[in-house]
């Protein structure tokens, strides 16, 4: 089994070079299947993984390296020896496992989605090529292949956001997503350089040892901790680099199913995590990140209260959700931020893949004012995207959500300034319930306010949504909290993660009461005031604080977009144009052009002038001369 | 066999423009046969030498009287550097097929041009390095002029009057070292053997000044640039290709074979200057980029930006960052071959290059599109290409000196891909403009995808960039015994001190 | 003879010439002003040879004649031409390569 690691990443890419070679000669449709197999063929290496791990006992060993495969010595000079290999542990055996299987679902979703769009083959083949980014992102024994995987994502990213170029929007769009995101990716680098700096050595078991050795200048540990988050919350859409989010959702739904909820998104809460022994030293960065993690709950549920297109809410959802992980990783509880990553994956890979299919209905509408009454009309995707609103909203008992936000929810209260994160994360799940809700409502209940065409789902594209739906519900089960069911994820994690702190007692109760009231009372909500919405046309919809998602996008237009234009302008009009051209260039120029008239004067072509100069010349050549040859001598 | 590799494409072009004239098309295939034989001429070196520790020599005297020598050596480094510059030749003349017309000219121009490039990285003497520098550049100055826009007079005018410059202050530099040693030591010769075999013992800040502004001004270092934009933007981009890919090349490698050597003291002296310039002209460039509106200029300034963060490595004066450099200078002549490449096939659509000229083109040219964005991201440094294999090496490297400069400079990652996206999407995404398609326009008619010249053209490229991602250290090998030989040489001069 | 008479005489000579070139403006009086600076070098070597008993000098003056015949010529013919085409005789008119 050892041997065919590099098969998990290297499938997909020989899928998506297949694609580029040779595609033009087949069937877009066969590249569709087959990349989908490749696909398909990582996503059964990662479960055969699992098979052999789980038959093993020594399951509890710290830090254990369950697999590991050198791929090449990519450059070796000094101490910078970079030899590529792939590692599986238990972090991202985890990882590996969401994006190869959500990745496939969504492959095989894609095929019947994406038949008969223009591009089809450049879709699949920049799908394929993301699935290799993500999961050499996530198997990387160093930081060189790690970024690799980081970077290959954001250009996918770019590429399927921009899907439909000819739309001068949508290509904006993307290159929005790939330019925000690369601030985090320029942090990367930079803590990269520090890293090696301070460690000698950029693989990352190397690196925790060190760090857990604690011989590192705590400032170091700081400035990489720092340029760390700067790229976690870059790639992980938090606030206040989370712009670009809202906007990529102009790719195919399902691109955002796969990238912008699933995987990519996610990959900044896994690089926290990889860099846990780091955060567990610097309490006031974790400090940091939960508050960021819960800031960014709160607010982007606030934002997705009053979204009206429907892509948008589900993306200030995924920022919230995700701000729910990183407060989770702020407050120690990595095993609880990875759980919630994996049943985030399910149900918003489903949502996205729903509202794709719901949005075609309406003819390529997106808001959701003009939707409604299509429960009827289509029955099987009512109840599906029920179910996965529902696991949004963390209804409680019932869905996974609540056995994976929750007890995040709780662990914040262990942090400092807990009382007031624990708010905030409270107040997100409030409002999540609201939101989710009036969307559910707003799409399937009432009258059609617009058009329906009825869109028949093949099974190929069923059988996703209900393994995603059926996982959504079920998931959640692995880990109960209170010990009265199964606590599967978060012991068998502790031997590389540690246990998270939670409130004990009374507190813990009352907040897990809280979270099961702030669910409940955010769905009862949503269905008191999304009739009246309706009816009024006038509601949460009309909130423009909110709906422009705290002008955030627009404060970062005008404070930093535009300097930056005029920080350009600057540079190439006043520095390069007017300094260097006109005052230092031409000054000197003119200088020349100047000596060189006075001295063309004077050579005005009067051949007696020159034969006087010539005489001159001679005469003074003749004593310099003589004057050398008799020297005076006083 | 050195004088074979330099002389072969200087007797061809004397051949091909006595026997060629006015015969375009065998003009035309023996420059391309010339540079392809040269190239894998040198390929076979480069496979013959096992082991690469042992470099072939040519050594005769020339001018006994002024201890001027006939020197010629090959080391790793000017393997390399021969190979990439042969490799630009052959592209440039690939990518000047369909639109030159006067190969009877053009042909001896270029191989006359290649033949002085070779002879800068394999000569061992001064005044020879400076005979084959100046032999480079002549040549260009006619391709400068005879093939371009309008306005590429003006530009050549001024590419010559900042190269000249340079040249008279390289030519100073290399005078006053001469005596300078001289002095030192009472042997007056111009081997480099002699003349960089110790650091000088006085005046050697301005020597040293001299011969980097000398080098400086071909790479161009930011402020020096101010030729550079518009030259390349004017220039035919076969001619542009040559300039940037290979000539800059020339720059660096002057830097790195002979400043190094002259005065570690001043380099270190200089280091914090030079790298903070270097690293602010990364930067200045990339935002200057971001505003352009011609995909060429965007190219050329890109290009400017990258060459500044090869000479920031130098003077951080450390084991990775110089490899990085060196590495910087095959990734960046690749992928700045590819951008002009597509600028030349745009052009044979009847796209000058300006931006708002075109728009939607992905459409018409899928597999163009594709290209240039492939040859985009490699430029920004995308990983698994060969500019991230250079550029990670410089930054890594330069951290170890100067955290400053090295942070600022990486801050190049993020608006690299600023105004190259920028660009794409203008050029290539987005409505088609309507005016380029119509088909009473005559120049825009031909709206083909590529065909299978430039597709060759295009893929040897993308192999080579990929293959310097994936494996650089193909690339390195060879260039360990230069860069270790800097570093302890410089090392143990500063110990000295 | 007494050397330093016979040097002066040449000297004389020659500063006669210098002085027809350095004065006069047309064509035909700076050429036998030339000439005569010629001749006054050619006797310097002629002096010279007597006075150190070297055939050299009688042969460099030869040599003078010679190159001074034929320089005349090819002057004459460019002051013929000049007379003919651009219609001057006035050496101070000839600039026409001045821009």
Same mark, same amino acid.
């Given at each position: ?634 | ?497 | ?13 020659? @500063? =006669? ?10 064509? +035909?009086? #700076?050429? &036998? ?29 030869? @040599? =003078? ?10 002057? +004459?013919? #460019?002051? &013929? ?19």
């Amino acid at each position: 089994m050892n041997s065919l690691i590099w098969l998990i990443p290297g499938a997909p890419l020989i899928g998506a070079g297949f694609i580029i070679l040779f595609g033009s000669l087949i069937s877009a449709q066969i590249c569709a299947r087959m990349a989908a197999l490749m696909v398909l063929i990582s996503a059964t290496l990662v479960l055969s993984l699992w098979v052999e791990l789980l038959g093993q006992a020594n399951t509890t060993v710290p830090n254990a390296i369950l697999y590991h495969q050198a791929l090449f010595s990519w450059m070796s000079i000094g101490d910078w020896k970079v030899d590529l290999s792939l590692t599986v542990d238990k972090i991202s055996l985890i990882m590996m496992t969401v994006a190869s299987s959500v990745g496939f679902l969504i492959h095989l979703f894609s095929i019947n989605f994406m038949k008969d769009e223009q591009g089809e083959r450049r879709y699949f083949f920049y799908l394929n090529l993301f699935i290799f980014g993500m999961l050499s992102f996530v198997m990387a024994h160093d930081l060189i292949l790690l970024y690799l995987g980081w970077e290959v994502m954001g250009l996918c990213s770019y590429a399927l956001v921009a899907f439909y170029y000819q739309k001068s929007h949508y290509a904006y769009c993307g290159r929005k997503a790939f330019v925000v995101t690369r601030i985090g990716d320029t942090a990367l680098a930079i803590a990269i350089m520090v890293i090696f700096a301070n460690f000698h050595s950029i693989e990352l078991p190397q690196i925790a040892t060190l760090i857990d050795a604690q011989q590192i200048n705590p400032i170091s540990l700081t400035l990489i901790g720092g340029l760390l988050i700067i790229a976690a919350i870059a790639k992980s859409a938090q606030f206040p680099l989370h712009v670009w989010l809202p906007d990529a959702m102009t790719g195919p739904s399902t691109v955002s199913a796969l990238i912008h909820a699933a995987t990519m998104v996610t990959a900044g809460v896994y690089l926290l995590i990889r860099f846990h022994p780091l955060f567990d030293q610097l309490p006031d960065l974790q400090l940091i990140i939960a508050f960021i993690g819960c800031l960014t709950a709160f607010f982007a549920a606030s934002a997705a209260l009053s979204q009206n297109d429907l892509k948008k809410i589900l993306a200030y959802s995924t920022i919230s959700q995700i701000g729910y992980m990183f407060a989770a990783v702020g407050v120690g509880a990595y095993g609880f931020a990875l759980f919630h990553l994996i049943v985030h994956a399910c149900f918003k890979a489903l949502l996205f893949m729903s509202s794709g299919v719901i949005i075609k209905a309406y003819n390529e509408e997106h808001d959701i004012r003009k939707m409604g009454g299509l429960g009827q009309k289509m029955p099987f995707l009512r109840y599906i995207y029920l179910i996965g609103s529902l696991t949004l909203a963390a209804l409680p008992f019932v869905t996974a959500s609540y056995y994976s936000k929750d007890p995040i929810i709780a662990a914040t209260y262990t942090q400092d300034f807990g009382f007031y994160l624990t708010a905030l994360a409270l107040l997100g799940a409030l409002m999540t319930g609201l939101y989710s809700m009036r969307m559910y409502l707003m799409i399937f209940s009432g009258t059609p306010r617009s058009e329906i065409h009825p869109y028949a789902m093949s099974i190929g594209m069923k059988l996703p949504l209900t393994i995603l739906a059926f996982l959504s519900i079920t998931i959640g089960f692995i880990q109960t909290p209170w010990s009265w069911g199964p606590e599967l994820l978060i012991p068998w994690l502790a031997s590389d993660l540690g246990l998270p702190h939670l409130p004990h007692g009374a507190i813990d109760v009352t907040i897990n009461l809280l979270g099961i009231a702030a669910s409940l009372i955010g769905i009862g909500l949503a269905c008191y005031l999304t009739p009246k919405e309706l009816k009024h046309q006038q509601g949460l919809g009309n909130v423009a604080f909110l709906n422009q998602a705290w002008y955030i996008d627009a404060l970062s237009m005008k404070w930093i977009v535009t300097p930056y234009y005029y920080l350009c302008s600057l540079c190439r009009v006043f520095i390069e144009k007017v300094v260097f051209f006109h005052v230092i260039e031409s000054s000197i120029t003119g200088m020349l052009i100047t000596g060189h008239r006075s001295l063309s004067r004077s050579q005005a072509g009067l051949i007696t002038r020159y034969l006087y100069f010539i005489c001159f010349g001679a005469i003074g050549l003749l004593a310099y001369i003589l004057m050398t040859i008799y020297p005076i001598h006083a | 066999m050195l004088n074979t590799i330099i002389f072969t494409p200087f007797i061809a072009a004397i051949v091909i423009a006595i026997f060629a004239h006015q015969k375009n098309g065998i003009a035309r295939i023996a420059s391309l046969s010339i540079c392809t034989l040269t190239f894998f001429f040198i390929l076979g070196i480069a496979f013959s030498l096992s082991d690469i520790i042992s470099t072939v020599t040519v050594s005769r005297p020339w001018i006994q009287s002024l201890g001027i020598t006939y020197q010629l050596a090959l080391d790793g480094f000017s393997l390399v550097m021969i190979l990439v510059s042969t490799f630009i030749a052959m592209m440039s003349v690939l990518v000047a097929w369909q639109s030159i017309h006067r190969w009877d000219i053009f042909g001896p121009l270029l191989l006359m041009t290649l033949s002085g490039l070779l002879g800068v990285f394999l000569a061992r003497d001064m005044i020879l390095f400076y005979v084959f520098w100046e032999v480079m550049l002549i040549p260009l100055y006619f391709m400068l002029t005879q093939w371009g826009s309008q306005q590429s007079h003006h530009a050549a005018t001024r590419f010559l009057l900042y190269t000249i410059t340079a040249s008279l202050f390289m030519l100073i530099g290399i005078i006053c070292l001469y005596i300078q040693v001289g002095r030192d030591t009472g042997v007056y010769s111009f081997a480099f053997t002699h003349l960089l075999a110790a650091p000088l013992s006085d005046n050697s800040l301005w020597i040293f000044l001299a011969l980097f502004i000398g080098f400086a001004v071909k790479v161009p270092l930011f402020p020096l640039h101010l030729w550079a934009p518009d030259t390349y933007k004017e220039a035919h981009p076969a001619v542009t290709i040559l300039l940037s890919g290979a000539m800059a090349n020339a720059g660096v490698y002057g830097i790195l074979r002979i400043c190094t050597f002259v005065s570690p003291l001043s380099l270190t002296t200089l280091s914090n200057t030079i790298m903070g310039l270097a690293a602010t002209g990364a930067i200045y460039t990339g935002l200057i980029a971001y505003q352009q509106n011609n995909l060429r200029s965007v190219a050329a300034y890109s290009s400017i930006s990258h060459m500044n963060l090869a000479i920031m490595a130098i003077f951080a004066m450390q084991l990775q960052a110089i490899n990085g450099s060196m590495l910087q200078l095959v990734a960046h002549a690749l992928s700045i071959t590819g951008i002009f490449a597509i600028i030349a096939m745009l052009a044979a659509r009847g796209f000058d290059g300006e931006l708002d000229e075109m728009g939607g083109l992905f459409k018409p040219m899928p597999k163009l599109g594709a290209m240039l964005l492939f040859f985009f991201i490699a430029s920004a440094g995308l990983p698994g290409l060969g500019n991230f294999a250079s550029e990670i090496l410089i930054l890594v490297g330069s951290y170890q000196t100067s955290p400053l400069w090295a942070a600022f400079a990486a801050i190049s990652i993020v608006i690299g891909i600023a105004y190259f996206l920028r660009c794409y999407e203008r050029a290539m995404l987005g409505p088609i403009i309507t005016s380029s398609i119509e088909p009473d326009n005559k120049t825009h008619t031909h709206l083909s995808d590529l065909h299978w010249r430039e597709m060759t053209l295009l893929s040897l490229l993308v192999i080579a960039i990929l293959w310097l991602g994936i494996s650089p250290d193909t690339f390195l090998q060879p260039l360990h015994n230069a860069v270790t030989h800097i570093i302890e040489y410089n090392v143990n001069a500063l110990r000295g001190h | 003879m007494n050397l330093s008479i016979c040097v002066s005489l040449s000297l004389f000579l020659f @500063f =006669i010439g210098l002085t027809v070139v350095l004065v006069r403006k047309e064509f +035909l009086f #700076i050429l &036998m002003g030339m000439e005569i600076m010629f001749n006054g070098a050619a006797l310097t070597a002629v002096i010279g040879a007597q006075h150190w008993q070297d055939p050299f000098g009688q042969v460099l003056t030869l @040599f =003078i004649m010679i190159i001074a015949g034929v320089e005349l010529t090819v002057s +004459l013919l #460019i002051v &013929m031409h000049c007379y003919r085409t651009l219609k001057i005789s006035n050496i101070d008119e000839l600039k026409q390569l001045h821009d």
